[in-house]
């Protein structure tokens, strides 16, 4: 029974020996590609995401505020903004994020949307 026990601790010891980073196998040239390939990312990091992210984001803020359209027609559906309560802050008809323009209340738009 202990060599049973013993063939399969064996495994899991030599793996968890293997795997550890204290002495032995390491030399010093692993750490220092380990350094450079950091030093490598860190580069693409800030000089090619970076900048991508950034006009990308212009260009989305340019064309999304070219043609910006109108919201919808208000329709009084009767399925459509059913209020059992009111919400639990401000007058109660508006959401915590309710925004006037695109938003309608039950009864209708609040304010005409300028463009």
């Known amino acids: 029974m202990a060599t049973l026990a013993k063939k399969i601790v064996s495994p899991v010891a030599s793996g968890a020996r293997l795997m550890s980073t204290g002495g032995g196998g390491a030399s010093a040239t692993a750490g220092k590609h380990a350094e450079a390939h950091a030093k490598m990312w860190a580069n693409i990091s800030y ?3 970076l900048p991508g992210v950034a006009i990308a984001s212009f260009i989305t803020f340019k ?3 070219a043609h910006h359209e109108p919201p ?3 329709v009084p559906y009767e399925h459509m903004r059913i209020r059992k309560k009111n919400f639990p802050f ?3 008809k508006r959401s ?3 925004n006037p323009e695109t938003n309608p209340l039950p009864d209708g738009y609040e304010v005409e949307p300028h463009h």
């Open 63 to 65: 064309n999304e505020s």
């Open 90 to 92: 401000g007058d109660g």
């Open 96 to 98: 915590f994020f309710h």
């Open 47 to 49: 000089f090619l995401v």
């Open 72 to 74: 919808p027609e208000f």
